[in-house]
């Protein structure tokens, strides 16, 4: 007997190969870690505080530093355990009797995989051929939906809406638009400033990304005060840990040092992609994050992955017939790029006739 609702059972496991002895260019990770001081410095504050004790349910501290980074008042700060938790308080917040969601695809698979285990119904709206936002077709959909997330820069594929087209998206609907900001630090635009224009509007940020910290598992939200008041009644008690507050308080204190490395990270993307370019049969689609999906002409991706996992380069491929023939390399540091783009280049250069 199936003690769980049918729907979960018919739901896939979640699995991504971790394997570190590979270049790991597979999860779109900062391709280096936090630097020791700062370790030490996030291990001196955690021996001051009390282990015995829950953590704090709102850290004024972490949120008045998230306020000065982001330009954006503490008190319409939410943070979570991981932008994951916020996006599941999101669904059963907005969506817990039904309604429908609205996505795109192909997109962050963690919108449909955590819809799927509410009652809603589901809406896809597939991207262009060329894998930009089709805004007409989100425009019409979107008034249909309780909630809708768009991802932008859009992951697996790099892109990003305007935010003009957001605008005119948070206007169309009456539902709740979450603009998912993760990889903020790579293109450098926003659209926080609608949350004070349109009262329907909230913004998910990660630590995970330019961060280092996707080992801790934190992420924010930003949002008008009336709504994060209100989501926070949903969000699971004392979920963020001692460990991952404090290690966002101390990288928010090092911000520069921090966002030097998002600038470095969106020059190697750069130089990555006019390498792809100059790839016989690889087709890279120009990317606002720190990853770049790429397409090989006549070569199933899952073909191409092992390939290059043979080779000790680990990228991601999905099981999506849209990207059958397309894979997402995470930008990593100028050695793992070359790494990559070297066994890229010997494989297409083995595959000529």
Same mark, same amino acid.
């Given at each position: 007997?199936?003690?769980?609702?049918?729907?979960?059972?018919?739901?896939?496991?979640?699995?991504?190969?971790?394997?570190?002895?590979?270049?790991?260019?597979?999860?779109?990770?900062?391709?280096?870690?936090?630097?020791?001081?700062?370790?030490?410095?996030?291990?001196?504050?955690?021996?001051?505080?009390?282990?015995?004790?829950?953590?704090?349910?709102?850290?004024?501290?972490?949120?008045?530093?998230?306020?000065?980074? &982001?330009?954006?008042?503490?008190?319409?700060?939410?943070?979570?355990?991981?932008?994951?938790?916020? *996006?599941? =308080?999101?669904?059963?917040?907005?969506?817990?009797?039904?309604?429908?969601?609205?996505?795109? !695809?192909?997109?962050? &698979?963690?919108? !449909?995989?955590?819809?799927?285990?509410?009652? =809603?119904?589901?809406?896809?709206?597939?991207?262009?051929?060329?894998?930009?936002?089709?805004?007409?077709?989100?425009?019409? %959909?979107?008034?249909?939906?309780?909630?809708?997330?768009?991802?932008?820069?859009?992951?697996?594929?790099?892109?990003?809406?305007?935010?003009?087209?957001?605008?005119?998206?948070?206007?169309? =609907?009456?539902?709740?638009?979450?603009?998912?900001?993760?990889?903020?630090?790579?293109?450098?635009?926003?659209?926080?400033?609608?949350? %004070? !224009?349109?009262?329907?509007?909230?913004?998910?940020? =990660?630590?995970?990304?330019?961060?280092?910290?996707?080992?801790?598992?934190?992420?924010?939200?930003?949002? %008008?005060?009336?709504?994060?008041?209100?989501?926070?009644?949903?969000?699971?008690?004392?979920?963020?840990?001692?460990?991952?507050?404090?290690?966002?308080?101390?990288? +928010?204190?090092?911000?520069?040092?921090?966002?030097?490395?998002?600038?470095? *990270?969106?020059?190697?993307?750069?130089?990555?992609?006019?390498?792809?370019?100059?790839?016989?049969?690889?087709?890279?689609?120009?990317?606002?994050?720190?990853?770049?999906?790429?397409?090989?002409?006549?070569? /199933? #991706?899952?073909?191409?992955?092992?390939?290059?996992?043979?080779?000790?380069?680990?990228? /991601?491929?999905?099981?999506?017939?849209?990207?059958?023939?397309?894979? %997402?390399?995470? *930008?990593?540091?100028?050695?793992?790029?070359?790494?990559? +783009?070297? #066994?890229?280049?010997?494989?297409?250069?083995?595959?000529?006739?």
């Amino acid at each position: 007997m199936n003690r769980f609702q049918e729907n979960v059972a018919a739901l896939p496991n979640y699995t991504v190969d971790q394997d570190l002895s590979r270049i790991k260019l597979n999860q779109n990770e900062s391709p280096r870690d936090v630097p020791q001081p700062f370790k030490e410095e996030i291990w001196r504050k955690l021996v001051t505080r009390s282990w015995n004790r829950y953590p704090p349910a709102q850290n004024r501290s972490l949120e008045e530093r998230l306020s000065a980074y &982001s330009g954006f008042p503490a008190s319409g700060i939410l943070i979570g355990n991981g932008s994951n938790e916020l *996006i599941l =308080t999101l669904l059963i917040a907005a969506c817990g009797r039904g309604g429908s969601v609205l996505t795109v !695809k192909p997109g962050f &698979s963690i919108y !449909k995989r955590m819809a799927g285990l509410l009652p =809603t119904r589901l809406i896809e709206v597939p991207l262009n051929g060329d894998f930009s936002f089709d805004l007409q077709a989100i425009l019409e %959909r979107a008034g249909d939906a309780r909630l809708v997330f768009l991802a932008s820069p859009n992951n697996p594929t790099g892109t990003a809406l305007a935010p003009e087209e957001i605008e005119m998206i948070a206007g169309r =609907t009456e539902g709740l638009l979450v603009v998912d900001e993760a990889y903020y630090e790579f293109n450098n635009r926003t659209v926080q400033s609608l949350i %004070r !224009k349109m009262e329907n509007v909230v913004v998910l940020r =990660t630590f995970s990304k330019a961060w280092r910290l996707a080992g801790a598992r934190l992420g924010y939200l930003l949002g %008008r005060e009336d709504l994060v008041r209100e989501a926070a009644k949903v969000r699971l008690p004392f979920s963020v840990g001692l460990f991952a507050q404090a290690a966002a308080e101390v990288m +928010l204190d090092h911000r520069d040092y921090l966002e030097r490395s998002g600038r470095e *990270i969106q020059e190697e993307r750069e130089r990555v992609f006019q390498a792809l370019q100059k790839i016989q049969g690889i087709a890279p689609v120009p990317s606002s994050a720190n990853f770049i999906l790429f397409g090989a002409a006549d070569r /199933r #991706a899952a073909v191409l992955h092992k390939q290059l996992r043979d080779r000790g380069v680990e990228v /991601r491929v999905f099981d999506d017939p849209a990207l059958e023939k397309h894979l %997402r390399v995470t *930008i990593g540091t100028a050695g793992e790029n070359r790494a990559f +783009l070297l #066994a890229l280049k010997e494989i297409m250069k083995e595959a000529k006739p």
